[in-house]
């Protein structure tokens, strides 16, 4: 490493601020984002009961989950390299609405596995996004404690679909799955007022070649 290299890294080591209001902020869309992410995963084990299907149907609406998870992980990589973090999120929650709905509105077997295709391959982008700018933008001191905290959202989101789903099991299926709809969308809302409270990571966009943009943001949202 160069001694210009060594003395930029010492830089940014000395005059970025340790926790602030905005990391806070990162947290709560993290971990609200892990929630949701493990949340639709297992939605496909609940709706095998909204629709009459023959088992083999039912065994995959049960694969459907881990095969588009794995296909969101796949795109999203490639996809927040080039357009950013945050853009990226903006996709990703547009398909959490439109998932939403149809889960809302679905009333045949192939509209419920349309509906959780496109939400799960949007919660694999999230998943692999989230990971990579908790990496970028956490404070170095606090990494550790805040990926223990990112991670255990994963388990917070099945706890929470399991209590929606008993808390509706002596109802009819219209109205569990609204439940599960309007509980996801309500978290959707949440989870986009976080992440305006945040700006792009800055190491994205300092490889990308937009300092000027990453001195900005860093002013605007850390103080410095």
């Keep these: 490493m160069s001694d210009y290299a060594i003395a930029s890294d010492s830089a940014r080591r000395t005059f970025l601020p340790g926790w602030t209001r905005t990391h806070s902020w990162m947290m709560v869309a993290f971990i609200l984002g892990m929630i949701i992410e493990s949340y639709i995963y297992s939605v496909g084990s609940v709706a095998t009961g909204w629709v009459a299907m023959p088992k083999a149907l039912t065994s995959l609406l049960l694969a459907w989950s881990p095969l588009w998870l794995i296909i969101g992980i796949g795109i ?3 996809v927040s390299d080039r357009i950013g973090r945050k853009r990226t999120f903006y996709f990703t929650m547009a398909m959490y609405v439109i998932g939403g709905v149809l889960i809302l509105i679905a009333s045949t077997y192939w509209m419920i ?9 949007a919660s694999g982008g999230e998943m692999n996004t989230i990971m990579t700018q908790a990496q970028e933008m956490l404070p170095t001191r606090y990494r550790t404690s805040g990926f223990y905290m990112v991670i255990n959202g994963i388990n917070l989101g099945t706890v929470i679909l399991g209590a929606v789903a008993f808390v509706n099991v002596f109802g009819n299926v219209a109205v569990q799955r609204t439940t599960i709809g309007m509980t996801l969308l309500l978290a959707v809302v949440v989870l986009f007022v976080a992440r305006t409270r945040y700006p792009e990571s800055l190491r994205w966009l300092e490889r990308s070649g937009r300092r000027t943009q990453a001195d900005s943001e860093a002013r605007q949202y850390l103080g410095v």
């Design 76 to 78: 999203a990589g490639p």
């Design 113 to 121: 596995l349309l509906a959780l295709a496109i939400l799960l391959a």
